[in-house]
């Protein structure tokens, strides 16, 4: 069947959005239709329709896909307006601070038979694809991740995601979904049992530490750290039979967010995949309640 190309709409035009702007320029079933950014000098150079407000995007342009990168507390309002002008959704990690959030904009793209997506962008990584496909997860008996990197390298102009206020939280809200979408590529669904937050600075957790048993029955560990020195982001998977096997996702690339490139290639092929029912779209709530449920555990 020929499918015509996906008017695509990017709403924040903050650090991340240039690995979607160049996925979507890479995907011949995507064209950029118009950008959105309050900051009207990030509008520039992209020669397409330009817009301060999303609203007024949504009004004017008739685009089939919105990809949302703004930070995490406008992500609800934002997803819940593109949803009600029948527009697909592809929203940055965390899709919304809760679970009841989640769920409610969930059930509101069924019911208009529009897709949402969140952009777990480290379940495209190929290092990980590989190690997934040698475990069964019923054969993993513990399964360590570990997330670290330094917040300020990695935020650059973005330093909202410092801010409580606008990213509700620090390491575990911005890391842990990443870090637990990795723990479930290898080991499945699984629920937290334990939390610990660490290294508090202006509000923010800086360390955070979860233990999850997975339902096949692998003990998960997740390791989430912004002040490392450098940055290291790997699985690990101690399997029933003694073996070990790994994957570290930032294995042969170079600079700072190297592996992205092809991580959001397989963001923008997927949703694309969805959209025209090739492929089924995520549980998006699955990922904001076990961060819920982390922050509870901890105490937050």
Known sequence: MKYSPLLTGVIGLGVIAPYFLDAIER??????????DHDAGRLGGHNVASYLDYRELLRREAIDLAVITLPNYLHEAAIEACLASGVHVCCEKPLTLSRSSAQRLQAMAAVRDR???????RRHNGHLARLARQVSPARAAHVL???YEAIEEHSGDDAWSQDPARSGGGCLVDNGPNALDMARVVAGEMAVKAARLGEVLAGVEYRAQLLLLAAAGA?????LRWDYPGQLK?????LDDGRTLSADLLAGYQGLKGSLAHEYDGIVAHVVACIRGQEAADDVTALAGLVEDAYELAGR
């Open 27 to 36: 995907n011949p079933d995507c064209v950029l239709t118009a950008v959105c």
């Open 115 to 121: 897709v949402l997506t969140v952009a777990s962008h």
């Open 145 to 147: 991740v570990r997330y």
């Open 219 to 223: 003990a998960v560990t997740v390791d």
């Open 234 to 238: 790997d699985v690990t998977v101690f």
